[in-house]
C-alpha cells in the first residue's frame, strides 16, 4: 500500500507497509475462511527485536512497531 | 576410243530393241562429238582398228624428243582429294592461337540425291502401306489416268521420233486405255471425302477460356472490444461479503418504501447499541480517519506496557491465601489517573452494567469551601493510560449511575444540587439533559441517584435523593427532565413554628437511598442522621471503608479512600481517592467468596440467601451507626 503517514525514514516504510499488507490479507483470509462472519481485528507480531501491531481497517492498515519492555 | 566402239555397239541394238526415245538423243551427241575428234576419219564404225595404227598429231601438240616419250611416267592411284586443302589452320579460341588441323578431310563428294524411299517396316512405312490398301480402288484410276496422260505424251515423242516404235507403243497403251477407261466410267467416282492426315505436325489444339471476374476483396474489421484482465479468489468469506451486501441492499429497499415504521424502528436499534458502536464517519483529517485502528492499536500498546499486570488480572492466584482463614490481600493492578483531575477527588465510581470493565468516575470536591469544576470519566480496563470519556462540568459531581437498560446513559448528581444526564453515545462533552433551578433542582448537593425502570410511557426516570430532604423523580419526557417531589423527609418531632405561622418542617438530609430489587416503589432512604426510613436494611454510606480486608492500599499515599466498587464479574476491585487517583486490585481468593455488598449489583445467588447475610451484616454494624457519622 500507499503510506500515508510515518515517523519512520521512507523505504523503511515502504517496506513495511508492503509485507505486512500482505501478512494482513493472508491473515485475514485465513480467518474468514474459518468462519465468514468472523473478521480480522488485531494482528501482533512478536519478535526477538521488536514488537509489530497491526490494526487493519476497511480502507487502511495502522502498523506500530514497539520496543518491548521486557 | 573404245566410247565411240560403245556407242556405236549401242545404237545397233537400239534398232532391234526399238525401246525408248532415249538413245536416239544421245546417238546424235556422240554422232556430233566423233565428228569433231575425228575428222579425218573415213569411214563410219568399220574404219576403227584401221584408225588406231595410223597416229594422226594434231598441229598443237606438244613436240618431245624420243626419249622424252619413253620416258616412264609412274602414276600413282590415291585415294587423295586433289582439291582438298593439304593444310588447315584454324583459331582455337580456347588456346588463343592459330593451330594446325593434323587431318584434312579427304572426302570428295561427286553426286548426291536425297531419296525418296522410306523403310517398309518402319512406322511411316506401315501408315503408308496401309493408306495405300485402303485407298486400293482410288489408286488404278488415278494411276491409270496418269499413266494414260504419261502414254499420250509418250505417243506424240514417239511419231515425233520414230514412228514405228511409237505406233506399237501408242496402241498397246491405247488398248490399256481403253480397257481402263470403261472400268473407270462404271462406279462413280467415290467420294471425295479424305481422311485428314492427322500426324504431329499437323497437330492442332484448340481451347477456350471463360471469362473471369476480377477479384476484389473487401473487407471490413470492427475496433477490438477492450478487454481487461481481471483475477481474484473465490474465498467462502468473499462470498459472504456478497451475499451481505445484497441482503443490506434489499433492505434499503425496503426501507424506502416504507418510511415511517423503518424509522421508528431504526431509532429504537440505534438506542439499543452499545457505546462502543459510535461511528464516526465523515471525517476529513487523516488522523481522525484511522480512529478505530488508532483506539484498539492504543490497547494494544497499553497492554504491552502494562503486560505483567495484564498478566496478573488474569491468572494470579494468590497462592498464600490458603494459609490463611478468612483474609485475603489485594494484589494492586491498574492505576489510573488524569491530568485535569488531579485537584479532585473521587467522588463516585460506578461500574457499567453491560460492559464489564467500563466504569465512570465521578470527581469533584468533597470539602465545603472548595468547590471547583466537577469532571466525569470513562475508564476501561483495557486502557489504563486514558480516559475513554471526559465529561466536565461546572460543580463537583457527588454521585452517578448507570442505566441497565440503556448502558450509554449516566444520571449525575451535582454539588449544587442539579442532576443531568450524559448520553455517552453523543461525542458531546456536555450533558444530554440538565435540570436547572427553573426545572426543580435541589437545594443541596445531590447525594444519590438511581435509575429507575421506563415508566408507563416508555419514559426514563430517575430518582435523586439530596440533603435538602427532597427525593425527586425525574422523568424524561420530550427532551426535558421534569420532577416531581416523591418524599419530603422530615425529621419527626422537630416541627418547628415559621415566623408566619407557617409550619415549616425541618427535613432531614437524605444521603442515600436504594430501592427493594423486586418491588419497584420500595426504597430505603439514609439519612444524615441515621435513621433509616421504610426498612431496616442498613444502606452503607459512601464513607465507609470495607472492613473486609484489611490492608491499608492506599496507604503510602496518605490519601484517604472516597469510594469503593466491586466488579460484578471479575475479582477486582476499584478505590477512588481524593487525589483524583482510582486503582484497581485483584481480590485474591479468599475475599473473592465474600458476598457483594454494594447497592444494585447483581448477586447471582438467591435474595433469601442474601438478605440471611445481610441480616448478619447488620448486627455488625448497627453498633457503629448508632455512635456517629464519621
Known sequence: ?70 | MPAKAGERHRQGQSGPSGGKAVPPRPAKAVSKKRDEDVSTEAGEGVDEWVAAKTLVKPPDQLELTEAELKEEFTRILTANNPHAPQNIIRYSFKERAYKPISYVDQMAIHFSLNGNMILKDSDEGRRQSIKLSTAAKKAPVETSAITSEEAEIKGEESTEDTQPAGEEEAERSGTAEVADAAEAEEPPPPSVKEQKLANQFNFIERASRTLNNPMRERACQSEPTPCKNFSATANQWKIYDAYVEELQKMERSKEKEKPKAQIAKREEEEKKKGRKLTSLESQSDDINKISKAAKIMERMVNQNTFDDIAQDFKYFEDASDEYRDQQGTLLPLWKFQYDKTKRLAVTAISWNPKYKDLFAVGYGSYDFMKQGQGMLLLYTMKNPSFPEYVFSSESGIMCLDFHNDHPYLVAVGFYDGNVAIYNLKKATSQPSYKSSAKSGKHTEPVWQVKWQKDDMDNNLNFFSVSSDGRIVSWTLVKNELVHTDVIKLSVEGTTMQGPEGLQLQTLGCGTSFDFHKKIDYLFLVGTEEGKIYKAHVFDLSINKYEALCTQLVVAKKKNKITHIQFNPVYPVVIIGDERGHVTSLKLSPNLRRMPKEKKGQEVKRGPEVEIAKLEKLLNLVREPESKAEK
Open chain 1, 1 to 70: 500500500g500507499i503510506p500515508i503517514r510515518t515517523t519512520l525514514d521512507n523505504s523503511t516504510t515502504v517496506q513495511y507497509a508492503g509485507l505486512l499488507h500482505q501478512l494482513t490479507m493472508k491473515a485475514r483470509s485465513t480467518v474468514r475462511d474459518i468462519d465468514p462472519q468472523n473478521d480480522l481485528t488485531f494482528l501482533r507480531i512478536r519478535s526477538k527485536k521488536h514488537e509489530i501491531m497491526v490494526a487493519p481497517d476497511k480502507d487502511y492498515l495502522l502498523i506500530v512497531i514497539q520496543n518491548p519492555c521486557e
